[in-house]
């Protein structure tokens, strides 16, 4: 993805819309019902690590670890945010480390027999989208066998459009990379694996939908001083304030779900620029998904009247009680949002925001 560290929804399947029937018979009554991936109907592992004389008898195969997950969410964790209308139909998880790579890359996915009326039909695994992830076999000995591969599959699907070919092909897997046997290993084994894709850590502490109550007021911000701005020339934020008010306390109040908290949480965002000195204010609508708040624009509350709807931000936490905000598609409100300038990719530095916590007052109108 273009913004690393920040999952959307074409990223890691979180809060997508499954498309095709394969997506309506996986785990429905959580049972796994593919005896050939599980025989006694739990979580199973396969995988392997290939060794520096494998890697270098295979110049063109990317791929040094793999390892594929019939089971339950292994990524997921109790202290993320739930996803947005979770889905419980995803059963199939692969996660691959390129050579040299620090952690892995992963896709998840629902698998199924490809013709459920013939029991010796092979399994083939869907993903959004409509895209394919592999078609899978187990042989006499218990290995995985998994072919169709698509290198692109950690990819958006838009990719090939919005990346230069250098860089698609270099995000890619390499053409050496399919038709993969893998091991039986202990469900553990590739809990530890995708254990490293992102490693809990402490400092964060307790998740935004924890740590924020849907009954009382927040506020985050952040004053740059003269001397970030001097040594940030593009950046145009001079303050920022993420908060929830009276407003948005009675909006929840009224309209909201505690069950479902976060979802349908307003919060409101300040900003001042250097250049005009004038607090522009704009409400965003928010849902939790993965480890963050997605939150689209609002025109409830806002100084805008256009349909921007598709301007997002996302609220994650930070260390030792931070807040961080991402603003990757321009869509927070130092410009009028409904403007041409509004359009396209940031590039400026106004992308992402430590916020402290701050006094309700500093948030005040």
């Not at 990719?159 to 038709?179: F, I, T, W």
Request: proline letters at 7%; charged letters at 25%; one cysteine or more.
């Amino acid at each position: 993805m273009a913004f690393r560290g920040w999952k959307t929804l074409a990223g890691a399947g979180f809060g997508a819309v499954l498309l095709g029937a394969l997506a309506g018979s996986a785990v429905a009554d959580d049972t796994l019902k593919l005896t050939e991936l599980s025989p006694n109907g739990a979580d199973a592992c396969f995988g392997r690590v290939y060794d520096a004389a494998h890697l270098k008898a295979y110049p063109k195969q990317k791929v040094a670890r793999i390892f594929f997950y019939y089971g339950h969410d292994p990524v997921s964790r109790p202290n993320e945010e739930p996803p947005a209308n979770q889905d419980t139909s995803y059963n199939g998880f692969l996660t691959t480390t390129v050579r040299g790579a620090k952690k892995p890359e992963w896709a998840s996915s629902w698998c199924n027999k490809s013709d459920p009326s013939d029991p010796s039909s092979g399994i083939g695994c869907g993903m959004d989208c409509d895209r394919s992830l592999a078609s899978l076999k187990v042989d006499d000995k218990g290995k995985l066998l998994i072919s169709g591969l698509s290198p692109d599959v950690y990819l958006d699907p838009d990719a090939s459009e919005s990346m230069s070919k250098a860089e698609y092909a270099r995000q890619q897997l390499g053409s050496g990379d399919d038709n993969f046997k893998l091991d039986p290993m202990p469900a553990d084994t590739c809990k530890a694996e995708f254990a490293r894709i992102d490693p809990i850590d402490p400092a964060l502490g307790d998740p935004l939908r924890v740590r924020l109550k849907p009954d009382q007021p927040f506020c985050y911000g952040r004053d740059y001083d003269d001397a970030h701005l001097k040594s940030h020339p593009n950046q145009m934020t001079q303050s920022i304030r993420v908060f929830r008010g009276p407003i948005e306390l009675a909006s929840f109040a009224a309209d909201g779900d505690k069950a479902n908290w976060p979802d349908g949480a307003d919060i409101a965002v300040s900003v001042t620029t250097r250049q005009k000195g004038a607090r522009v204010t704009q409400t965003y609508s928010c849902q939790g998904e993965a480890d963050q708040w997605r939150c689209a624009a609002s025109s409830k509350m806002s100084d805008f009247s256009c349909d921007i709807t598709q301007k997002e931000i996302f609220l994650k936490r930070g260390a030792n009680g931070t807040m961080m905000l991402a603003n990757p598609n321009s869509s927070l409100a130092i410009v009028d949002l409904c403007s041409k300038a509004a359009h396209g990719k940031t590039k400026s530095d106004d992308k992402v925001y430590r916020l402290q916590a701050m006094p309700q007052s500093a948030c005040a109108p």
